[in-house]
């Protein structure tokens, strides 16, 4: 497959920037045309930032599983689409071919529509990293139903709230996940979510790790019977359902500064488009690369660059069930040498604690396949960067610092491999079509070179987001209402004495915990579910390996002798309420916290003090208690 949309030399960058910019209806246009559709569009672009509102390609028709399959049979039929490395490395590993993957998804895509679920449905799956968990994406998207993914790390309770947003009737899962030495029952934790959510109706479980399950009768179903029952007849074909381009393909959950977790959805065309536009472009693909992104599907990453963006491009995607240090820590060498990658897309955390284990795992390793690295999920840290450089790109690979987020769909500041400069710890330059601008508090733009502002976007771009599931105004005021007509990132960001963009963090409530986003009311929430809790307040600082470690303050009606039962107490709670992943690193017992007399909690003076930086923590006088701070520092952990 060949992409005429491929950028090729930093000439080709500037024009195609250029004409992003002058003509974006033009340059879009021209894109769409490389896909399939159904019918094609009478207008390429709608938009409206003040009512959050954007359109593409209006009254077009498609179907993405035609792009990411069907399209490529007659060439690329034996090629492999995925290839699966299981969590133990002794398990053979899977390949599935174009031609494997059409069959597989129109089996299930019939196995849905057997079980009622019609275009437009919302569909809940909650999987491990099995090839399986893309083919009911994929299957969903074959009918038109709406998928929603939720990361096997959720507690139940986390699982509820989404499957209450969605009203999901459908859910996909497995009896249980392999990650490294645990063995996780998603199949317990979907039926605990279930108690709350009694409007699910059917339950279909893939066998994966054979722990036992309990199965209700009437509600849940083994995904093998069901495709047993599907292949009775041979050839199974399930003609794909023509959506129209602005229909939800996705929703999946992020954490905001305030509240439960919003549901980003994204339309099916403008995704599409940028998703493959980006991944050819990026990593400069090329066919025959094997593309290794270790994100889990739980993520935007996974669905854009180790699903759509990759099968769309035709191209080939290593699927990795397991983590990086099982069985140890050369475990994600071993596997590019086994399958000879050539992309690998991995997260800084991740990169840093594989640094901690030294150059010992690296040895014997060829890693000699690879021709691209990237980051994402959070700044990469100097140091890290000259290891992944001099170690695993042996000064050979260029590195994409890729910045993007859930919203938009697919990376918007990056280096292209090989064709533009890179710059350690900068994501570097915009995608073409992807207009920025630095802001001040009260939204002024913030001109010229070496300054830094909030990062926001000024013109919509194919995969924004399109609303919050449920709750437009959420989406409009979080995004659109903070400063007038631009889109607001969250995050701040400098701008370099050549233009280079470097994203310094999260200017608002959410924490980057291990390329994680988390909000802080939302782990105050839970801790303020425990028996016995007051009040809390919880604020990042910076933690070696995660980025960001998790420093909560709580208020406790009597301290217990045992502070640190309680403390693991309190930690069991926000496993149970969120998950694992938004345990706090840190949890300091205090009597009062610091408060305007207005009864605000002043985070700043919070977030001094869990950095570490005592001395600068600014006028404290305003405070109702001002001494309260002085007990604060003094239990500092
Ligand atoms: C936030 C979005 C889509 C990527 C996975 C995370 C931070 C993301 C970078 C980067 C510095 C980054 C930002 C952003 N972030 N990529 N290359 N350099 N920071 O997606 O969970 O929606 O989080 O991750 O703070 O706002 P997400």
């Known amino acids: 497959m060949s992409y005429p949309y491929q950028i090729k030399t930093y000439e080709e960058y500037k024009d195609a920037y250029r004409k992003s910019v002058d003509q974006p209806e033009e340059f879009w246009a021209e894109i769409a045309e490389s896909f399939q559709w159904k019918e094609k569009w009478n207008k390429v672009l709608e938009s409206d930032f003040r009512t959050a509102n954007t359109k593409w390609f209006l009254n077009a028709k498609l179907n993405i599983t035609e792009n990411c399959i069907d399209r490529h049979l007659y060439n690329l039929g034996d090629q492999p689409a995925i290839i699966w490395e299981p969590n133990n490395p002794k398990e053979k ?3 599935i071919t174009y031609n494997d993957l059409y069959v597989k998804v129109n089996e299930f895509a019939q196995v849905l529509i057997n079980n009622g679920v019609k275009k437009g449905d919302r569909v809940c799956i909650y999987m491990g990293m099995v090839p399986e968990l893309p083919v009911a994406m994929l299957a969903c998207a074959r009918i038109g139903a709406i998928h929603s993914v939720i990361f096997g790390g959720f507690s139940a309770q986390s699982i509820a709230d989404r499957l209450q947003d969605t009203q999901a009737e459908l859910i996909v899962t497995c009896d249980g996940a392999f990650r490294g030495n645990k063995e996780i029952g998603l199949k317990t934790l979907i039926d605990n979510a279930l108690v709350a959510c009694k409007f699910v109706k059917t339950v279909i479980v893939l066998t994966r790790t054979h722990i036992p399950v309990s199965m ?5 179903l083994w995904w093998e019977d069901e495709i047993a029952k599907v292949q009775e007849n041979e050839h199974t074909f399930v003609a794909p359902v023509a959506v129209d381009a602005e229909d939800p393909l996705f929703i999946l959950y992020t954490s905001g500064s305030t509240g439960k977790p919003k549901g980003v959805v994204h339309a099916t065309a403008g995704y599409m488009i940028f998703a493959a536009y980006t991944f050819v472009n990026i990593f400069q693909y090329k066919q025959g690369d094997v593309h290794f992104c270790t994100a889990d599907i739980g993520w935007i990453t996974g669905h854009t660059y180790i699903v759509y963006g990759v099968l769309c491009a035709g191209g080939t995607s290593l699927l990795y069930e397991g983590i990086p240090n099982f069985p140890d820590a050369s475990r994600l060498w071993d596997i590019i040498d086994k399958h000879n990658v050539t992309i690998l897309y991995t997260a800084p955390t991740t990169i840093r604690s594989l640094m901690a284990f030294g150059l010992e795992p690296l040895k014997g390793k060829k890693l000699n396949s690879l021709k691209v690295l990237g980051t994402v999920g959070e700044p990469i840290n100097e140091e890290a960067w000259h290891w992944y450089n001099e170690n695993i790109g042996k000064g050979k690979c260029p590195i994409v610092d890729t910045w993007w ?6 990376a918007m500041i990056t280096n292209l491999a090989g064709i533009t400069s890179s710059k350690p ?11 920025l601008v630095l802001v001040d508090e009260q939204g002024k733009e913030i001109e010229g070179n070496d300054v830094s502002g909030n990062l926001c976007i000024t013109q919509p771009w194919p995969s924004i ?9 959420r ?3 979080n995004y659109f209402a903070i400063y007038d007509n631009m889109y607001f990132t969250g995050d701040g960001c400098y701008r370099d004495e050549n233009g280079f963009y470097r994203i310094t963090g999260r200017v608002d409530d959410v924490l980057n915990v291990s390329g994680h986003r988390i909000g802080t009311a939302e782990v105050e929430n839970a801790i303020n579910m425990h028996s016995g809790v ?5 604020v990042g600082y910076p933690h070696e390996l ?3 470690g998790i420093y909560a303050y709580v208020i406790m009606e009597h301290i217990h002798d045992n502070k640190h039962e309680t403390k693991l107490d309190i930690l069991q709670t926000v496993t149970r309420i969120i998950g694992p992943i938004a345990k706090p690193d840190k949890v300091q017992f205090v009597t009062g916290l610091p408060k305007t007399r207005s009864g605000k909690i002043m985070r700043r003076i919070l977030r001094k003090i869990a950095e570490g930086e005592l001395n600068s923590l600014g006028d404290t006088s305003t405070l109702l208690d001002p001494a309260i701070v002085e007990e604060i520092k003094n239990g500092r952990l």
């Open 93 to 95: 590993s899977r390949t």
């Open 216 to 220: 209700i009768k009437g509600r849940d």
């Open 405 to 410: 987020q859930t919203e938009t769909g697919g």
């Open 425 to 435: 710890g900068y994501a570097t330059l915009p995608m073409p079509g992807v207009q």
């Open 465 to 473: 987001i399109r609303t919050t599931y449920n709750d437009h105004e």
């Open 475 to 477: 989406c409009r005021t």
């Open 534 to 538: 007051i009040e809390s307040a919880v």
């Open 546 to 548: 995660k980025g960001q």
